[in-house]
């Protein structure tokens, strides 16, 4: 299974983008869908994620900017990200985990996507 981003880009401080992550194959037994980050230098950190009950949880530095929502019929899940700061660039990772067969958490990952918010 392969995750699928795009939607990254240049945009100027204020702006807005929204990512979007689909997967190639199915994926059953999803725990939760999510979307991080990591910026030159810096470890990769969440950003924003939702269980299979829609539960959503968000870094502090992004609550009331962005949203995350997620299609789990279709294995899909979005990021919209409203009023960009500079420090919001980076390179955004979606994530989608599971149980596998042996009721472990497994971790599927996208390959990346650039967003530069310029000042």
Known sequence: VQLQASGGGLVQAGGSLRLSCAASNNIFS?????????????????????????????????KGRFTISGDGARYQVFLQMNSLKPEDTAVYYCNIRRLNDYRAPEDYWGQGTLVTVSS
């Open 30 to 62: 999803i725990i939760s869908m999510g979307w991080y980050r990591q910026a030159p230098g810096k470890q990769r950190d969440l950003v924003a994620s939702i269980t299979s009950s829609g539960t959503t949880a968000y870094a502090d530095s992004v």
